[in-house]
């Protein structure tokens, strides 16, 4: 049985580390295609990462090499988690960005639609908005990423920078962010305020 690679699976080890492993023990793809009872192609095509073997294979290849299935795959294992987690904060990021759009739209809704279903769906895309920012916050902390900069930084391959903040820097942003959410709560109080409930300050 052969497992296929997915596209946004790059940069994985196995196909490298099998080649080399059996050149260091002399062997062709012929002579070690017999002993998981493969065709030659098969071992060419684990070799190029065009296809995976199954967990039948990987054990008769770690009792060849004398090492154990995780040592075979750790490296893919990583990487794996690592395009999983890329995903979801991509699509965490996304959403938040398509939340504030829908906040805006319910919020011009007021000149068209009675004020109940204006205020619910602001309520209802405001909440959802929350929810994200929180898994997003969640991912963010167990990648150690700290701010938009370093997120788009990760979803475009580059972690390296992930680390190099000090914690003043972080405390410094974290209060920033805290006025800038209070600035647009007050924003958001007296649009209210001025254009539904028509106070006049």
């Given at each position: 049985m052969l497992l296929y690679r997915q596209q946004g699976d790059e940069d994985m080890y196995f196909g490298k580390q099998l080649a080399l492993m059996r050149k260091q023990r002399d062997l062709s793809q012929e002579k070690l295609a017999?002993?998981?009872?493969?065709?030659?192609?098969?071992?060419?095509?684990?070799?190029?990462?065009?296809?995976?073997?199954?967990?039948?294979?990987?054990?008769i290849l770690s009792k060849i090499f004398n090492k154990s299935v995780d040592n075979l795959v750790k490296g893919?294992?990583?990487?794996?988690?690592?395009?999983?987690?890329?995903?979801?904060?991509?699509?965490?990021?996304?959403s938040n960005i398509f939340c504030l759009i829908l906040i805006y739209l319910a919020f011009t809704s007021l000149h068209?639609?009675?004020?109940?279903?204006?205020?619910?769906?602001?309520?209802?895309?405001?909440?959802?908005?929350?929810?994200?920012?929180?898994?997003?916050?969640?991912?963010?902390?167990?990648?150690?990423?700290?701010?938009?900069?370093?997120?788009?930084?990760?979803?475009?391959?580059?972690?390296?920078?992930?680390?190099?903040i000090n914690k003043r820097n972080l405390w410094i942003q974290y209060i920033a962010g805290g006025f800038l959410g209070i600035f647009i709560s007050l924003l958001f109080l007296f649009l209210i305020s001025k254009y539904i409930l028509d106070i006049h300050f």
């Open positions: 017999r002993q998981p009872y493969v065709s030659r192609q098969t071992i060419s095509s684990w070799e190029n990462d065009k296809t995976y073997p199954d967990l039948k294979s990987l054990l893919d294992i990583d990487q794996v988690r690592y395009q999983m987690m890329r995903r979801k904060i991509y699509w965490l990021y996304i068209w639609l009675p004020l109940s279903i204006s205020l619910i769906l602001m309520v209802t895309f405001t909440i959802l908005g929350i929810e994200n920012t929180f898994y997003l916050i969640k991912f963010s902390n167990r990648t150690n990423l700290h701010n938009v900069h370093q997120i788009m930084n990760y979803l475009n391959g580059k972690t390296s920078q992930a680390n190099e």
